[in-house]
T-cell receptor
Framework: AQKVTQAQTEISVVEKEDVTLDCVYE???????LFWYKQPPSGELVFLIR??????QNEISGRYSWNFQKSTSSFNFTITASQVVDSAVYFC???????????FGTGTSLTVIP | SQTIHQWPATLVQPVGSPLSLECTVE??????LYWYRQAAGRGLQLLFY??????ISSEVPQNLSASRPQDRQFILSSKKLLLSDSGFYLC????????????FGNGTRLTVT
């Protein structure tokens, strides 16, 4: 079965603090892809990153970084020096071997307090 | 570049009325198309997806149906809306292939009164 768990429902941090959003997944596929999306208050889901199951290198993009660990089936997302504009709901998602279906976690609502 | 259009942005409909939400994609061919619903609890529920014209897979039994009359057009319909159909409806597309992410439209906020 395919499943994504985001155990953190809501997180509040003060501006400039670092914050890590957790994502744990379950899959029987050997080939799969992991994604993170951001949903600001406007509602549209914005694609942030894609990672395939064969690439465990961590990735950094500006203040964003992602830590993929197959051993723990986790794909965590860290925002460094958070800003108010980072306030949003963040979703982790998994795509399996067919590539046609995406499984989303329930999302983590991040509030950055100025 | 590829774009996805979804309309209307907001809709208020009475119980028992029909529904038609439309989504079109530009700049790509033979995309996978999806309808998701997001209720107040924030989770994304996959309603339908399509890998080609006339090919619709339903994930959840419900009061809704979907159709794909053209390659880049995806329509979500209902003959009679229920109060429980209220929510935020998102259309999305992905390119064929394992590593293609989903790209979402701006969504339609439906309120059934």
């Amino acid at each position: 079965a395919q499943k994504v768990t985001q155990a953190q429902t809501e997180i509040s941090v003060v501006e400039k603090e670092d914050v890590t959003l957790d994502c744990v997944y379950e899959t029987r596929d050997t080939t799969y892809y992991l994604f993170w999306y951001k949903q600001p208050p406007s509602g549209e889901l914005v694609f942030l990153i894609r990672r395939n199951s064969f690439d465990e290198q961590n990735e950094i993009s500006g203040r964003y970084s992602w830590n993929f660990q197959k051993s723990t089936s986790s794909f965590n997302f860290t925002i460094t020096a958070s800003q108010v504009v980072d306030s949003a709901v963040y979703f982790c998602a998994l795509s399996g071997v067919t590539g046609n279906q995406f499984y989303f976690g329930t999302g983590t609502s991040l509030t950055v307090i100025p | 570049s590829q774009t996805i259009h979804q309309w209307p942005a907001t809709l208020v409909q009475p119980v028992g009325s029909p529904l038609s939400l439309e989504c079109t994609v530009e700049g790509t061919s033979n995309p996978n198309l999806y309808w998701y619903r997001q209720a107040a609890g924030r989770g994304l529920q996959l309603l339908f997806y399509s890998v080609g014209i006339g090919q619709i897979s339903s994930e959840v039994p419900q009061n809704l149906s979907a159709s794909r009359p053209q390659d880049r057009q995806f329509i979500l319909s209902s003959k009679k809306l229920l109060l429980s159909d209220s929510g935020f409806y998102l259309c999305a597309w992905s390119a064929q292939g394992l590593n293609s992410p989903l790209h979402f439209g701006n969504g339609t906020r439906l309120t059934v009164t």
